[in-house]
């Protein structure tokens, strides 16, 4: 009898167990389940992330105008799906769909071939100079390079650097005020056909209208009352008579294209031009030479909203301030590029003393040039210019919207804007 | 014949007792098991319900939809336990304003976990959403490009590469005043957007 009830009792207690059983399991199932979508959504996530990161690279180095995209390419366990599509000239938005199991995720990401003029500094190399305790760096800075800092220079830009950041010692701590981050090397280079062309195609081309391929010497004189004075000397001969026309007359589409040949140019302008002269060959060309000052008609930096004036000086050698022991403090407001070399202040060492070369724009160039000598003050323990000019450099934030026409654009794409889609909440029970 | 019988009664009753008593114990067991199951279980959908939706947040730091907007900096305000910041969550190119912040443990003072607190998440001037009421650890740091930590607080004016995030869930109840607890760490949010167009 008692038996029995042990049975009993031992089989209805299994019982019992069994559904406490299966209820435990059923919760370490959901337990899993609940680990392995948050996996499966990261999996999907990091799947479109990497997407991204793959076209990028496709469009970066291999073809800038690729647009194949991936169709359910398997990757790391999933699949993925990416398109590019062409906002507008220069800017792609990438749509990249990671898939894992039965989940999926976006990334949407805008990227930019952006202008060079959006620089405050660009270099492609910085040979053994290094930036120091003291100098400030307005706007963007990119360097085809390792950034060298000693001591404290001061970054107020975004800082981009194809290779790193390298400091001088322990004691240097540069300041990037909008951090810095590697970017793919990215030469400074310009296609000088395909601004000849848009020249001939609504600007102005000067060149030796002989045919003989001589270097063509052009001065430009800007009036704030939106005229240009121009005249034109080929190979070495005395200048032509000075022309004066609207700037909107000269060049509607706003450039100006010198063939084999250099540009002096000075004055006050109210319009919008690039200049770019090229050197087609010749070493005595594919010059710019800011002969004194070159202002906008309204200061850009008090006035940003009312400046509708934008220069850019384009040079296939360099962009120079020539010898003048007379001029003294000048402006340049200009974003200027230099493709072989640097803003080059020639004989800098032989000016009576130190002057200053106020800039509202941006430096572009192959290399960073010096431009004055320095001399060490014991009593201040810092160095101080002596001879030449030395920089006082502001970038124009207006160039971060709208860059001088036809200003030459960067080969790379760089990522603008980066969205993961709205918040999904995930549904348990 | 008497004798025989009350000897096999008394030890199937002991037996019996024996048995009980194991499986009484193991029904304690069992019901422990559960109850702490059942608990881990919630608090692991919570923390993968919160890590979702602040990995989604997050990653909005800084951006718009009208990227000419985007700035280098986007945190209106943040210290180790609140964080403001611009993020267009909608993606319709106007700045949206995202608030997280923690109430004290007194918001909560009816449960027996004396350290939870709720956790809210606020849209521009909406009602605020409770997206956790079982935080008891919500911690925010700030870093530059170096990663080093930034002093708090953080406002527009300064520069953030990366937000470090971390949050512990506990359990309101528990069985035996054993809290079960879920941690979520994400050492870095790279900030995508944090950087000017």
New interface residues.
């Given amino acids: 009898m008692g038996g029995k009830v042990s049975l009993f009792l031992v089989m209805g207690f299994a019982g019992i167990f069994a559904l406490f059983s299966k209820n435990i399991m059923d919760t370490s199932t959901r337990t899993v389940d609940n680990y392995a979508f948050y996996f499966s959504k990261s999996q999907a996530h990091h799947i479109a992330v990497s997407g991204i990161h793959m076209a990028m690279m496709e469009i970066n180095i291999n073809d800038p105008k690729w647009t194949t995209g991936f169709s359910s390419k398997p990757f790391s366990g999933g699949y993925l799906d990416l398109s590019v599509a062409n906002l507008v000239s220069g800017i792609i938005r990438l749509t990249s769909v990671g898939k894992y199991g039965n989940y999926s995720d976006t990334v949407v990401v805008t990227a930019k071939q952006r202008s060079f003029a959006e620089y405050g500094n660009y270099y492609n190399v910085f040979n053994n100079v290094w930036a120091a305790t003291g100098d400030t760096f307005d706007g963007k800075f990119h360097a085809n390079d390792w950034i060298q800092c000693y001591g404290d220079p001061v970054f107020k830009g975004v800082v981009t650097t194809s290779k790193g950041v390298k400091l001088y010692d322990k004691n240097s701590h540069p300041k990037f005020e909008d951090g810095w981050k590697l970017q793919t090397n990215d030469p400074v280079i310009f296609d000088t056909a395909a601004m000849r062309i848009d020249a001939y195609a609504g600007g102005k081309v000067f060149r030796d209208t002989t045919n003989n391929n001589k270097i063509t010497d052009v001065k430009l004189i800007f009036n704030s009352d939106g005229t240009v004075k121009y005249s034109v000397s080929i190979d070495g001969k005395p200048y032509t008579p000075e022309v004066t026309v609207p700037v909107s007359d000269l060049a509607p589409n706003g450039l100006i294209y010198i063939e084999r040949g250099n540009a002096h140019i000075k004055g006050t302008l109210d319009g919008q031009v690039t200049i770019v002269a090229s050197k087609k060959g010749t070493t005595g060309a594919g010059r710019i030479l800011i002969d004194n000052t070159i202002q906008y008609s309204v200061d850009p930096l008090e006035h940003p909203d009312l400046c509708d004036d934008y220069l850019g000086l384009v040079a296939e050698q360099q962009v120079e301030i020539p010898f003048d022991p007379t001029r003294g403090d000048f402006t340049i407001h200009a974003s200027m590029l230099s493709q072989s070399g640097g803003l080059k202040v020639t004989s800098y060492g032989s000016y009576p003393a130190a002057y200053k070369m106020k800039i509202v724009g941006g430096i572009i160039g192959h290399k960073v040039e010096a431009t004055a000598n320095y001399a060490w003050d014991p009593i201040k323990k810092q160095y101080y210019p002596t001879n030449g000019y030395s920089y006082i450099h502001k970038y124009d934030k207006r160039f971060d919207i709208q860059v001088p026409p036809y200003f030459p654009k960067m080969r790379i794409f760089s990522t603008i804007a980066w969205y993961e889609g709205e918040v999904y909440i995930p549904a348990f029970y | 014949m008497g004798f025989t019988t009350i000897i096999?009664?008394l030890?199937?009753?002991i037996?019996?007792g024996i048995?009980?008593m194991n499986?009484l114990n193991?029904?304690q067991n069992?019901?422990q098991?559960?109850s702490m199951?059942?608990h881990?279980?919630s608090l692991?959908?919570d923390v993968?319900?919160l890590?979702?939706?602040m990995?989604?947040?997050f990653?909005?730091l800084g951006?718009?939809?009208d990227?000419?907007k985007?700035d280098?900096t986007a945190i209106i305000y943040g210290d180790s336990v609140s964080i403001r910041f611009l993020a267009d969550?909608?993606?319709n190119g106007i700045f949206d304003t995202l608030y997280y912040f923690t109430s004290d443990t007194a918001a909560l003072s009816h449960t027996p976990n004396p350290r939870d607190r709720i956790l809210y998440r606020q849209l521009n001037s909406n009602p605020p959403f409770v997206v956790a009421n079982n935080i008891t650890e919500f911690n925010l740091k700030y870093l530059?490009?170096f990663s080093n930590e930034q002093v708090i607080p953080i406002d527009l004016n300064k520069?953030v590469?990366y937000v470090r995030i971390a949050f512990k869930v506990e359990d309101p109840y528990a069985y035996n005043e054993e809290y079960t607890e879920a941690l979520w760490r994400r050492l870095t949010v790279t900030a995508?957007?944090?950087?000017?167009?």
């Fill in positions: 096999d009664i030890g199937a009753t037996i019996g048995v009980l499986l193991m029904n069992v019901v098991s559960e199951f059942g881990d279980k692991q959908v993968v319900i890590a979702t939706i990995d989604r947040d990653g909005l951006y718009c939809g990227y000419t985007m280098s969550t909608d993606n530059d490009t520069i590469n995508n957007n944090l950087t000017k167009k």
